[in-house]
C-alpha cells in the first residue's frame, strides 16, 4: 500500500511550528521564576509542593516546545546545486563508522547528476528515515538513486517490521506513533515532508507489514 501526505498537512506543521516557538518565548519567563523560587532560601515550606509543580509543568512544556521547533527544519538553509549521488556517499560513509544498529548501503544511480537542494538538509530527510527504520527493528537501510524525467529519484528502503494499512494512513500525522511516548516521538516523516516540500519535490511512502518500508523522494534537478 501506498499513501502521499496532503497539502492540508503543511498548514498544520507550520502553524505547530510557529506555535512552538511562541510558546518556547513565554516559557523561558516561566523557567525563569521557577529557578528564582526553587533556589531562594526564604520560600516557604507550604509552598514547597507548588513551586515542584510548576518546575514540572515547566520541563514537560519545555519538551514539547522542543518537539515542536524540530519541524523548523529550514529556517536558515539555502538552496544550492549538490550532487546526490556524491553527497549520499559521504553521509553513508558517516554513518556506517558510527556504527548503529542500522546498516545503511547506498546504490548510486544517478552519478554527476545535482538536484537543487542543502547537503544538511538532504543528511537530516536521511537520517530521520534511518532513525525510523531503527525503530521498526531494520537491520539495513538501502539508499538509491535514480533519474526520473525532470527529478532524480531517492529511495530509503529498510527490511523492517513495516506497517499495516491503518498505521500508514497516519504515517504523516504529527505525533502519531506506534512506539510509545518514550520510543517514538512521531515527528520523523513529518520533517521529511517539510523537507521535500521546501525543495520543492515530492514524496511517497510504500509499506506492509512483515515487508519492511520505502520511502520515495522525487528532488528537483539542480
Same mark, same amino acid.
Given at each position: 500500500?501506498?499513501v502521499?501526505?496532503?497539502d492540508?498537512?503543511?498548514v498544520r506543521?507550520a ?10 518565548n513565554?516559557l523561558?519567563?516561566?523557567q525563569?521564576v ?21 518546575t514540572?509543568?515547566?520541563?514537560s ?12 527544519? @529550514?529556517?536558515g ?5 549538490v550532487?546526490?549521488d ?6 553513508v560513509e ?5 556504527r ?18 542543502? @547537503? ?22 538501502r539508499?538509491?538513486?535514480?533519474e526520473?524525467?525532470?527529478n532524480l529519484?531517492?529511495?530509503l528502503?529498510?527490511d523492517?517490521?513495516g506497517?499495516?494499512p491503518a498505521?500508514?494512513a497516519?504515517?504523516f ?10 520510543r ?11 523537507g ?10 510504500d509499506?506492509?507489514?512483515g515487508?519492511?518500508?520505502t520511502?520515495?523522494?522525487?528532488l528537483?534537478r539542480?
Amino acid at each position: 500500500m501506498k499513501v502521499a501526505p496532503s497539502d492540508e498537512l503543511m498548514v498544520r506543521y507550520a502553524l505547530l511550528a510557529k506555535v512552538g516557538h511562541d510558546f518556547n518565548n513565554v516559557l523561558a519567563v516561566s523557567q525563569s521564576v521557577a529557578e528564582g523560587l526553587d533556589s531562594s532560601t526564604e520560600l516557604p515550606p507550604s509552598l514547597r509542593p507548588e513551586v515542584d509543580a510548576l518546575t514540572a509543568s515547566v520541563a514537560s512544556a519545555t519538551g514539547w516546545t522542543h518537539r515542536l521547533s524540530r519541524l523548523r527544519v @529550514t529556517e536558515g538553509i539555502t538552496h544550492d546545486p549538490v550532487v546526490l549521488d556524491d553527497a549520499l556517499a559521504a553521509l553513508v560513509e558517516k554513518l556506517a563508522a558510527e556504527r548503529g544498529p542500522v546498516q545503511p548501503t547506498l546504490v548510486g544511480g544517478a552519478p554527476g547528476h545535482t538536484v537543487r537542494a542543502s @547537503t544538511a538538509l538532504l543528511e537530516r530527510m536521511v537520517t530521520e528515515a534511518l532513525s525510523n527504520a531503527q525503530e521498526a527493528g531494520a537491520k539495513l537501510l538501502r539508499i538509491a538513486t535514480a533519474e526520473d524525467g525532470k527529478n532524480l529519484r531517492l529511495e530509503l528502503a529498510d527490511d523492517g517490521e513495516g506497517m499495516a494499512p491503518a498505521t500508514l494512513a497516519q504515517a504523516f500525522d504529527p505525533f502519531f506513533t506506534t512506539r510509545g511516548k518514550k520510543r517514538g516521538k512521531g515527528l520523523g516523516l513529518c520533517i521529511v515532508h517539510v523537507g521535500i516540500a521546501t525543495l520543492g519535490g515530492d514524496l511517497e511512502l510504500d509499506s506492509a507489514a512483515g515487508k519492511g518500508t520505502t520511502l520515495r523522494l522525487w528532488l528537483p534537478r539542480g
